[in-house]
């Protein structure tokens, strides 16, 4: 997974893929584990169907997570854009930040509210890159090779931010520090941390979860947890 990304040079994993963790999540997707079938498009619950609220925020990944140095770290914006960027760390923080409040919603059924974020807006960086009218889908990469994908309407809401920091505190690093990606409106698994890579495309490119049983969408109100 890694190696096949130049932008994942310097930068140490540790621990190891959990393969067992990995297919057992396939099986769930396969078997359409916790699918309750009382969708709430409506919204009329905050707690979408078949979740659990918790006060913890426990930790989900592949297994590895990268240790970045901020004088290591990058984001790369590119594809269908008119303005390519490569921000380096103080070029990123140096950008306009912005506080959000949402609540968290993970495929495996728990739910965290009022998580207090801030960070860049997506929509202040669709201002400063620009897609082109072909730009319909982004690809999101991270460091640990992960990649996950959302229709480019689904990233322009006003919601929608790449994060440095949680409840006042910068983003831990297991929860995807130095920034992450968080769309508050879709399961969880669709805010890649560790992100280094954001790509604008004409074609949907499935990522990690989405190529294996998860819905290629992700709202937690309709139950797109397998598709
Ligand atoms: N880079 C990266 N981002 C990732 C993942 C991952 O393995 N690698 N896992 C996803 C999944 S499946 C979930 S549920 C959330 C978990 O985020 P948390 O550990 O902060 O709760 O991160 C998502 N983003
Ligand atoms: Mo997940």
Known sequence: MAGEDDDNDHTALTGQIKEKLIRSKQLWAEQ???????????????????????????????????????????????????????????????????????????????????NHWCGVSSRAILDIVKPKPEARHVEFHAYDGYTTNVKLEVFAEPDVLLATHWDGKPLPRDHGGPVRVVIPHWYFWKSAKWINRIEFTAEDRPGFWEVRGYHNEGDPWKEERYG
Not at 44 to 54: C, T, Y
Not at 57 to 73: A, H, N, S
Not at 105 to 113: D, E, G, I, K
């Open 32 to 114: 359409g584990r916790l699918l309750t079938g009382h969708a709430d498009p409506r919204h009329a619950n905050r707690l979408p169907p078949g979740q659990k609220e918790v006060k913890n925020w426990p930790v989900l990944d592949l297994g590895r997570q990268p240790d970045i140095r901020p004088e290591k770290w990058h984001l790369r914006v590119r594809g269908l854009v008119e303005n390519p960027v490569l921000w380096t760390w103080p070029e990123f923080t140096a950008l306009a930040q912005e506080e959000f409040e949402s609540d968290i919603h993970c495929v495996t059924a728990w739910s965290r509210y009022d």
